[in-house]
């Protein structure tokens, strides 16, 4: 089960911080990956981290923000800053497909709204 928090209303250029906790998953043997869906548009990956420390980033984020994981507490975070208007989604985590980045291959989560404002 997935739980995503911490999403909110913010003016551009501000920051945010998200959390995701994992239940019943080993984090330690596992990538996770932040996605978001915009109104109208297909949910996309943002970000993904692998047990080892590798990073993927999409352009529209990269400098951005930063995924981190603590995996004594089964939870994946996503630090954003210098928020955009365009960033305005809501923001899912999920498990990245080995090789399918942008399919999950958990059940998804409600997931946690992200609103930037102009």
């Known amino acids: 089960q997935l739980q995503a928090s911490g999403g909110g209303l913010v003016q551009a250029g501000g920051s945010l911080r998200l959390s995701c906790v994992a239940s019943?998953?080993?984090?330690?043997?596992?990538?996770m990956g932040w996605y978001r869906q915009a109104p109208g548009k297909q949910r996309e990956l943002v970000a993904r981290l692998t047990s080892d420390g590798s990073t993927y980033y999409a352009g529209s984020v990269k400098g951005r923000f930063t995924i981190s994981m603590d995996n004594a507490k089964n939870t994946v975070y996503l630090q954003m800053t210098t928020l955009k208007p365009e960033d305005t989604a809501v923001y899912y985590c999920?498990?990245?497909?080995?090789?399918?980045?942008?399919?999950?291959?958990?059940?998804w989560g409600q997931g946690t709204l992200v609103t930037v404002s102009s």
């Open positions: 019943g998953i080993i984090f330690s043997i596992t990538a």
């Open positions: 999920n498990a990245p497909g080995a090789a399918r980045w942008d399919r999950g291959t958990l059940p």
